[in-house]
């Protein structure tokens, strides 16, 4: 019901092995993915047993082009309204109400993201764009690792993170914990 957390930058500024542990935590399958592009039932997934929507490398305006994720969709889906969710004939009546109140989290490269498109008009651009909190990631990692998640970690930080004051952090920065 509030503004989606989108993690933006360029490759390799470790947006999204910072989100991978949300895997360990509510386990891959219960983690709605992001559909595949031009998907005809992008977002049927969500009518199973999912707890987290975690969409990496997402571009809302791309998807809305495609019609995976229409504009007119997203608008709604993302702030916790009702919306009907287009699914397979063979297994309902062609859709499915939804009405998603739980964690959502993207990632995105920056550049070009937020372009109207020939479907995607530039009010389209700017309502997509009003359903996102950008955080922005800036610094290239240099000397590329492996890095093991750690759901416990996680866990730790959103807990000592939603008890401190709002004060604590400016809009926009990410502040890893100590």
């Known amino acids: 019901t509030c503004r989606v957390p989108m993690l933006i930058g360029p490759s390799n500024t470790g947006k999204s092995t910072l989100l991978h542990p949300f895997d360990d935590l509510f386990g891959p399958k219960q983690v709605f993915h992001k559909p595949a ?16 929507i975690f969409w ?59 372009e109207p498109s020939a479907r995607v008009s530039a009010e389209d651009v700017r309502h997509l764009r009003n359903r996102v909190e950008e955080f922005r990631f800036t610094e290239v990692i240099i000397g590329l690792k492996d890095v093991d998640s750690c759901a416990p970690c996680m866990a730790r930080w959103i807990v000592e993170g939603s008890s401190a004051p709002p004060s604590a952090a400016l809009p926009g920065t990410a502040v890893l914990p100590s």
């Open 56 to 114: 990496d490398d997402y571009r809302p305006v791309e998807f809305a082009h495609k019609d995976t994720v229409p504009a007119a969709t997203s608008l709604s889906f993302f702030i916790g309204k009702h919306t009907e969710v287009q699914v397979s004939q063979s297994f309902s009546d062609g859709n499915f109400d939804v009405n998603w109140q739980r964690g959502v989290v993207f990632t995105a490269k920056e550049e070009g993201l937020w």
């Open 37 to 52: 592009l031009g998907s005809t039932f992008g977002l049927r997934n969500i009518a199973k047993d999912k707890r987290f």
